[in-house]
């Protein structure tokens, strides 16, 4: 069984404040995701890593930073944590296939963490 | 650009009910994948579908049944007798096969009540 933990399940957090959202996976997925969920919003991607130290940005990058050091933990940051940053923030992870096996630019499922609900009072 | 659309923001049915959630796509590609997941209350997205755009064959699952259609670019999700354990929100998701790299683009989600 694929899983995704987050480090918090709730996280109450200051203006100003930095703070650190930590995702491990333990299936070795290549990928990894950030997505923030609001209400009538869905999920809005944030960052993704498809490498370790690789990283790209989605569509809300904006107040975030990312950090992937090691293959199974992907990390993300708010610099300077702000109100409008409450939410509830998601992790996923999938992997991208290889050309060995034949699957090469298939694409997978993700698998997602339990999620942290952040609130930045 | 890709872009999926959940019209329906909120259903309600009494248990046993058929429920049909609607999933409406865009993109520019010839080859790309569907998803349908669930996310109960408990808040972990649960992966329940992928398909990719070749296989225009619906796909049934207990009580759980997708219609694919490309002509109108749909991917239904239909739950057949519905149960109150079947209450969640559900999204539908897209993803080009630019690489096997792509994340996915999710609708805004149907939140489904479904009422003893």
């Known amino acids: 069984d694929v899983k995704v933990t987050q480090s918090s399940r709730y996280l109450v957090k200051r203006t100003g404040e930095k703070v650190f959202l930590e995702c491990v996976q333990d299936?070795?997925?290549?990928?990894m995701f950030w997505y923030r969920q609001d209400p009538g919003l869905g999920l809005r991607l944030i960052y993704f890593?498809?490498?370790?130290?690789?990283?790209e940005k989605g569509d809300i990058p904006e107040g975030y930073s990312v950090s992937r050091e090691k293959k199974e933990r992907f990390s993300l940051i708010l610099e300077s944590a702000s109100t409008n940053q409450t939410s509830m923030y998601l992790c996923?992870?999938?992997?991208?296939?290889?050309?060995?096996?034949?699957?090469?630019?298939?694409?997978?499922?993700?698998?997602f963490g339990p999620g942290t609900r952040l609130t930045v009072t | 650009a890709q872009k999926v659309t959940q019209a329906q923001t909120e259903i309600s049915v009494v248990e046993k009910e058929d429920v049909t959630l609607d999933c409406v796509y865009e993109t520019r590609d010839t080859t790309y994948y569907l998803f349908w997941y669930k996310q109960p209350p408990s808040g972990e997205l649960v992966f329940l579908i992928r398909r990719n755009s070749f296989d225009e064959q619906n796909e049934i699952s207990g009580r759980y049944s997708w219609n694919f259609q490309k002509s109108t670019s749909s991917f239904n999700f239909t739950i057949t007798a519905s149960q109150v354990v079947d209450s969640a929100v559900y999204f539908c998701?897209?993803?080009?096969?630019?690489?096997?790299?792509?994340?996915?683009?999710f609708g805004k989600g149907t939140r489904l009540s479904v009422i003893a």
């Open positions: 998701a897209l993803s080009e096969a630019l690489s096997g790299n792509t994340p996915l683009v």
């Open positions: 890593s498809y490498d370790v130290k690789m990283k």
């Open positions: 996923a992870s999938k992997t991208r296939g290889n050309e060995a096996s034949g699957n090469w630019g298939l694409v997978y499922e993700q698998y």
């Open positions: 299936m070795d997925h290549e990928n």
